[in-house]
């Protein structure tokens, strides 16, 4: 009797399947085997590329003379520590009476790699190889990506793009860190008292380097200017409300260069004139502009992993690490679906069955009441018409959302665990939640300027939330009252709409254009340009996600849409590296993130030496090149081909030009920001293998 092989990423993974086939399994050493089945399992990579010395002795010892290094097939082997695991699989996979393997690793481009460099190595033949393609690993999604299981061949593009992008990091890695290390990290090591120094470059890591240290650079050189606004207090019946004045066209200060901006003046002495020029108060003012609107704010779509990561960095203070280990654990506990994932909407197959996911939530206390309600007015039903549920804008998984099953799994989890799950139950059952509708107000009061002989207009705008909406299901049990709010709300869209009571919107909604209104007393407010600000860990994954805001051109700009910089899978390691390699310092408390001296000195080496690496729009257009060869538009030798020119191109250009006397002001210029240098690095066996490791930096 023939077998089946099912080959997951991890043992829970491996546990999970066998579970839904319900089959009589019984537990061997590396796998699980029913007369009908054999589950087994990876832990994580099984295979690896190997150091250059493979290839040539000779490569061991860096050297200018053996880079470039580009081989023209690569070679790989089993990482030591997993080879008992990988040997178990490479013989299940080979056994005479197994005649189909169903591929199970996780559903993207570095599962599909995993599985592929087992098959590679284990040399199979002459098995039907299918691929189970699932967004959560609840039973029943289980067992239909069995039953639709397609040929393996007819993920190859993905497959392409897995193995180019692994030969990218390798070979940027091997040959910029040599280049870059031989030439310049005797003086950076020197400079700063070390024992050792590697720079390691890699594709995405060096470009995130850059975009922290020039966001560094842009506060330290940012110069707070002063300006002076004048507010007014005008009175309405027995209330008092406050407004801003700005320049229009019939002010004196119209096209003044006094003024700092339409709102406020260079100078108090100015603003101090403008508040004279009423003379004595209170002055009679005329309300000339009124508008009074409804506005709608739409719950917000729905979490990717990105969004998830700055949340949880906001609400949590846990950076993306930690955040993508508890989606996988949420996914592995069934509770959610795939985390690895980009897209923040539905497909369209899944909503037509969104009701069970709800359906579940009903047992979740936290929010059993909202999904109740839902279901009772059948608010489900129409969601395929929504920007909720979009197609185009899926690749591999929909968004994150929670499977409504696996609840019993919630006692085991973590209290921020928790929290994380809550979150990504409450912006799921929004979206089934009518949105909730401003009643907004603004109005330009005219106050004659008799010393000036002009009119001077004062602004103000209030708002009333008048039906909460989606605000319901948003009100979450670990914020304390007075620090709660919606936390997709960025002050609305108007930062002069002020919060107003309904006593307050009652009486100014009774008010119409003419009416007097008497300014009863102005007075200068202070205030002064901010610089941007620091990145925290959630923004910074925010920021890769969305590469395409530092690139001007516009063409180039919308040919990475969707690419960013690396991957939802990568990104929080890329950063993780990053703070480990000493180049970025990760403030765990509050989560801002601050380049190290060392960090400023690889940004400035780069800089001289191979600056297109720190640009954005080259390392999310590498990333859109892996997306072009997922999708088939250009092919692996295409792709490769180019990837070649430019290595080869840059370690040439560090080799032919010896910056290293020219570099010392660069790195006179950014010690002057840091009190001491760190502390000297320990020769360990440890430290010889990290650094051996940075020679392949992503």
């Known amino acids: 009797m023939t077998k089946s092989v099912f080959i997951a990423e991890k043992p829970s993974v491996a546990r999970a399947f066998g579970a839904a086939l319900k089959y009589n399994f019984s537990n061997k050493d590396g796998y699980m085997e029913s007369e009908e089945a054999i589950v087994t399992w990876c ?68 599962g599909e790699y995993i599985y592929r460099l087992v098959d590679q190595e284990a040399h199979v033949t002459g098995k039907a190889k299918k691929r189970v393609w699932i967004d959560s690993q609840t039973e029943e999604e289980i067992l239909r990506g069995i039953r639709e299981a397609k040929d393996d061949s007819e993920y190859d593009n993905i497959g392409a793009a897995a193995y180019l992008r692994a030969k990218e990091d390798y070979l940027m890695g091997i040959n910029f860190s040599r280049a870059l290390t031989l030439r310049y990290g005797y003086s950076i090591k020197t400079f700063l008292g070390l024992d050792k120094c590697v720079v390691a470059v890699g594709r995405v890591m060096t470009c995130v380097l850059g975009i922290v240290v020039d966001r560094e650079r842009e506060i330290r050189n940012f110069v707070k200017t002063p300006f002076y606004r004048v507010m007014g207090d005008f009175s309405v019946n027995d209330k008092t409300i406050t407004a801003e004045w700005r320049v229009t066209e019939k002010s004196k200060y119209n096209g003044s260069f006094e003024l700092y901006s339409e709102k406020g003046f260079k100078e108090e002495k100015s603003a101090k004139a403008l508040i004279d020029s009423f003379g004595q108060l209170p002055a009679v003012g005329e309300l000339v502009n009124l508008e009074k609107k409804k506005e709608t704010k739409n719950p917000p779509l729905l979490y990717n992993l990105a969004e998830l990561q700055n949340d949880c960095s906001k609400f949590f203070k846990i950076d993306p690490n930690q955040t993508l280990a508890i989606a996988q654990e949420l996914y592995e506990k069934k509770l959610t679906t795939y985390p690895r994932t980009d897209a923040r909407v539905l497909s369209t197959a899944i909503s037509k069955e969104i009701d069970k996911n709800i359906r579940g939530l009903t047992s979740y206390e936290p929010a059993a009441i909202f999904a109740k309600s839902i279901l009772q007015h059948e608010s489900y039903k129409g969601i395929a018409k929504t920007r909720y549920v979009n197609d185009k804008a899926i690749t591999d998984h929909y968004a994150i959302i929670p499977t409504g099953q696996g609840l019993s799994s919630l006692n085991s989890l973590s209290p921020t665990a928790a929290k994380v799950y809550e979150i990504i139950v409450r912006r799921f059952l929004a979206v ?57 709300e960025k002050n609305d869209n108007d930062a002069e709409d002020a919060a107003a009571d309904e006593g307050l919107f009652e009486v100014l909604s009774k008010l119409k254009k003419g009416d007097k209104l008497n300014l009863i007393n102005a007075a200068i407010k202070e205030g002064e340009t901010t610089p941007p600000k620091r990145y925290n860990s959630g923004t910074l994954i925010l920021t890769m996600e969305n590469a395409g805001q530092f690139i001007e051109d516009e063409e180039l700009r919308s040919q990475i849409k969707g690419s960013g910089i690396g991957t939802s899978a990568t990104r929080a390691g890329i950063l993780d590296k990053l703070v480990k390699n000493k180049y970025l310092e990760l403030n765990k408390k509050t989560q801002i993130i601050t380049p190290t001296q060392m960090g400023e000195m690889i940004y400035d080496t780069v800089f001289v030496s191979m600056k297109p690496m720190l640009n954005p729009s080259l390392t999310a257009s590498w990333e859109k090149g892996l997306t072009q060869v997922e999708q088939g538009e250009i092919s692996e030798d295409e792709y490769m081909k180019k990837l070649s020119d430019f290595i080869t191109r840059r370690t040439n250009y560090v080799k032919e030009n010896d910056m290293r006397s020219h570099m010392q002001r660069f790195y006179a210029a950014s010690a002057q920001y840091y009190k001491k240098a760190p502390a000297k690095v320990r020769k360990t066996s440890d430290n010889k293998k990290s650094i051996k490791k940075q020679g392949t930096a992503k």
């Open 43 to 110: 832990v994580g990579h099984l295979v690896t590329m190997s150091y250059p010395e493979v290839y040539d002795e000779k490569m061991a010892k860096w050297s200018l003379n053996t880079i470039p290094f580009i081989p023209s097939q690569f070679k790989y082997e089993i990482i030591p520590q997993s080879s008992k695991q990988f040997n178990i699989v490479k013989g299940l996979l080979n056994r005479e009476d197994v005649d189909t393997i169903y591929i199970c690793t996780d559903s993207g481009r570095e």
């Open 432 to 488: 089934f939640y009518p949105a909730a509708q401003y009643s907004k107000i603004k109005m330009e009061i005219a106050v004659n300027s008799p010393a000036n002989q002009s009119v001077e207009s004062f602004f103000a705008g209030f708002k009333l939330l008048a039906s909460k909406g989606y605000l319901h299901v948003m009100d979450y049990s670990f914020f304390k009252k007075k620090e709660e709010k919606e936390p997709d």
